[in-house]
């Protein structure tokens, strides 16, 4: 049975995870949307978090993971810890928010959602990228018509940092490397604006000098009439296009980064009127006529993830980024790793019933 404060009928929320994404990310967008209230956060740094939050309590993470005075929890950790701090939270009785990825593989991912479903629980995860500027934009393109049938969709989300750092991301082991960083990002992009893709052709290298785990990664999803390509490195500099979409008509293309994170870095609340303000247009091509024009994107606003997720807490309906969403990514990711090893395009594999979640 859920119990939820009484004052302002507030959904109290364990944050678990304070380092870069917790700080940066999380907490500043929770903190943004009534009816959330952090009151619990899960780190073993208590002195960081009481410079923002002198009143929470602070535990370890399997405490806040169970904690009583917790309706949702968000798990913002390394990645190896999210299947059972997830797991601990379900079992609990909480809602339960997983920032990406989803878990280490697809047999984990399921499981949770066995769990969920058992404790009658909303589970999802933060794809935070289908609130920025860029996939606003792209979706408000796809939406017009103006490039006619799409045919081929480009996504890259490139890095410069030659020198390779002593990190959990770098370090070889569990839900290292750049793809399994990057690669849930991208894909989800996909699956938001194409549905879900029939098989992965993958390749993965470890291009900078001393890269214990991949650091560059370029995948083709395979659509019936659709070619997608995602692309990470960290060995890129300059300004090229991050999105393209070329159809029978036109093309378009985006320059760029959505601006929230390094808004959010430097302490911009979501609630700044200029917060997620893209002044980069996106351009378009007209294939017959040449034509140039630019078409400035909506601002970007990932506060709206919190503000949904709260909607669908009280009301008990479906989170922002489904369940399925979430497992659909985890099926791609594995079957790219798959691709790469193996040097073959590989179907994605989905059971019957995931599958005709997507049809409908």
């Known amino acids: 049975m859920r119990i939820m404060t009484e004052k302002m009928n507030r959904i109290r929320v364990a944050l678990i995870g304070y380092g870069y994404a917790g700080r940066t990310l999380h907490a500043p967008l929770i903190q943004s949307v ?8 899960g780190s073993r740094k208590p002195e960081l978090v009481r410079e923002k939050f002198p009143d929470v309590t602070v535990c370890p993470a399997e405490e806040a993971a169970s904690h009583p005075d917790v309706d949702l929890v968000v798990i913002a950790t390394p990645n190896e810890s999210h299947f059972p701090l997830a797991a601990a939270a379900l079992r609990s009785g909480k809602d339960v928010v997983i920032d990406k990825p989803f878990t280490l593989n697809l047999e984990e991912a399921r499981s949770l959602r066995v769990m969920a479903e058992e404790n009658g629980r909303l589970l999802t995860v933060f794809h935070n990228r289908r609130w920025e500027s860029e996939v606003q934009a792209a979706a408000n393109v796809l939406r017009s018509g103006v490039l006619g049938d799409v045919t081929h969709f480009e996504c890259r989300m490139d890095r410069f940092r030659p020198e390779v750092r002593h990190r959990w991301r770098e370090d070889p082991g569990p839900g290292a490397g750049l793809w399994f960083d990057l690669g849930p990002h ?50 890129a500099s300059g300004d090229g296009p991050r999105s393209i979409l ?78 399925r969403d979430a497992i659909a990514v985890m099926a791609i990711l594995q079957a790219s790793f798959e691709s790469g090893r193996t040097g073959s395009v590989v179907p994605i594999s989905l059971g019957e019933t995931e599958r005709r979640e997507w049809e409908t």
Do not use: C
């Open 246 to 323: 070329h159809g029978t008509k036109a093309s378009w293309f985006k320059y760029g980064m959505d601006t929230q994170e390094s808004q959010l870095r430097v302490g911009m609340s979501p609630l700044d009127p200029s917060f997620g303000r893209d002044l980069v247009p996106g351009v378009i091509f007209d294939g017959v006529s040449q034509v140039r024009s630019e078409v400035l994107p909506p601002a970007g606003n990932q506060r709206m993830y919190y503000v949904a997720l709260r909607n669908a807490v009280m009301e008990r309906k479906a989170p922002p980024v489904l369940t």
């Open 34 to 41: 009534d009816g959330l209230l952090v009151s619990v956060i």
């Open 186 to 235: 991208l894909i989800d992009i996909s699956l938001h604006l194409f549905g879900l893709p029939l098989a992965v052709n993958a390749s993965f290298a470890a291009l900078r000098s001393g890269s214990r785990t991949d650091d560059w990664a370029h995948v083709q999803l395979v659509y019936d009439r659709l070619r997608v390509i995602l692309h990470a490195t960290l060995l």
